[in-house]
């Protein structure tokens, strides 16, 4: 039902930024709320950043606040995530997630469709 496509991962020096896009393509985008999560090697997929339907909610897990900005523009079918400030321990897999509902959420299981992921990788 959606499909989901991520683009805008790189290599960068710590303290410089990446602007990560999800396109997204099926009916039900701007009904769900949207979730950016990453992943490092041999670890488990983390929750991010969080943004409900119509973009009037947002949440971010601590390591990343003030740091990270998600946004969505459902005329686009397009959710953004600028990530500002980048440290080593940023570096993982990104993907760009659908939920289940209109509300955020920080939970995994909450999410249905799954981009196949982008690469951000920060040296130090």
């Known amino acids: 039902q959606v499909q989901l496509v991520e683009s805008g991962g790189g290599l960068v020096q710590a303290g410089g930024s990446l602007r990560l896009s999800c396109a997204a393509s099926?009916?039900?985008?701007?009904?769900?709320?949207m979730g950016w999560f990453r992943q490092a090697p041999g670890k488990e997929r983390e929750f991010v950043a969080t943004?409900?339907?119509?973009?009037?909610?947002?949440y971010y897990t601590d390591s990343v606040k003030g740091r990270f900005t998600i946004s969505r523009d459902n005329t686009e079918n397009t959710v953004s995530l600028q990530m500002n400030n980048l440290k080593p321990e940023d570096t993982a897999v990104y993907y760009c997630?659908?939920?289940?509902?209109?509300?955020?959420?920080?939970?995994?299981?909450?999410?249905?469709?799954w981009g196949q992921g982008t690469q951000v990788t920060v040296s130090s």
């Open positions: 099926g009916r039900t985008f701007s009904s769900s709320a």
């Open positions: 943004i409900s339907w119509n973009g009037g909610s947002t």
């Open positions: 997630a659908a939920g289940r509902s209109r509300s955020i959420n920080t939970n995994i299981g909450r999410y249905d469709y």
